[in-house]
T-cell receptor
Framework: ETGVTQSPTHLIKTRGQQVTLRCSSQSGHNTVSWYQQALGQGPQFIFQ???????GRGNFPPRFSGLQFPNYSSELNVNALELDDSALYLCASSSPRGGQETQYFGPGTRLLVL | SQKIEQNSEALNIQEGKTATLTCNYTNYSPAYLQWYRQDPGRGPVFLLLIRENEKEKRKERLKVTFDTTLKQSLFHITASQPADSATYLCALDMGGGATNKLIFGTGTLLAVQP
């Protein structure tokens, strides 16, 4: 088990609603990345936060937004939910210090949009 | 855009044999390539990282090779066991270095038969 936790574990929403997913990073890790994984696909990079600032974004529309807090925990917010947003949402924490550090993934939040 | 291809079909092998998984990529020269294991309903778990100037990396029964001319990485599990059954994902760092902004392949499902 990694030290990365995510909540909730499962969520059901309807089209047009908004959702907030939460991630607590591993102790000492100041970088959090969020990924979307559709069924049968690899994870797709949404964005990364480093020291409370967005530090890179993948090919996702602005209705996907995030926050990172002073304790390095993070939130992913998705507005105006669409059916295609149904997926496993993963967060991963790391702490690059002058080189590649291992990235630790949480267990994910399974989102179903009806 | 960057494209990563992994064996699209499941790989079935007998216990004790060596499993070899392939990862091919295009349109990019990554400085790092990573391999992850993912079990159903869980987040990916980091296994190995190999740098562009490394031809081969080993960790216990795992071996990764990286051929930047062929744009290919091979992932080997020797003396495979049923517990090795999982989906294996390769990932490239799209940040041009140690950024952990990863592009993942779709993964290869490995099934080790006792």
């Amino acid at each position: 088990e990694t030290g990365v936790t995510q909540s909730p574990t499962h969520l059901i929403k309807t089209r047009g609603q908004q959702v907030t997913l939460r991630c607590s990073s591993q102790s000492g890790h100041n970088t959090v990345s969020w990924y979307q994984q559709a069924l049968g696909q690899g994870p797709q990079f949404i964005f990364q936060y480093y020291r409370e600032e967005e530090n890179g974004r993948g090919n996702f529309p602005p209705r996907f937004s995030g926050l990172q807090f002073p304790n390095y925990s993070s939130e992913l917010n998705v507005n105006a939910l669409e059916l295609d947003d149904s997926a496993l949402y993963l967060c991963a924490s790391s702490s690059p210090r002058g080189g590649q550090e291992t990235q630790y993934f949480g267990p994910g939040t399974r989102l179903l949009v009806l | 855009s960057q494209k990563i291809e992994q064996n699209s079909e499941a790989l079935n092998i007998q216990e004790g044999k060596t499993a070899t998984l392939t990862c091919n990529y295009t349109n990019y020269s990554p400085a790092y390539l990573q391999w992850y294991r993912q079990d159903p309903g869980r987040g990916p778990v980091f296994l190995l990282l190999i740098r562009e100037n490394e031809k081969e990396k080993r960790k216990e029964r795992l071996k990764v090779t990286f051929d930047t001319t062929l744009k290919q990485s091979l992932f080997h599990i020797t003396a495979s066991q049923p517990a090795d059954s999982a989906t294996y994902l390769c990932a490239l760092d799209m940040g041009g270095g140690a950024t952990n902004k990863l592009i993942f392949g779709t993964g290869t499902l490995l099934a080790v038969q006792p």
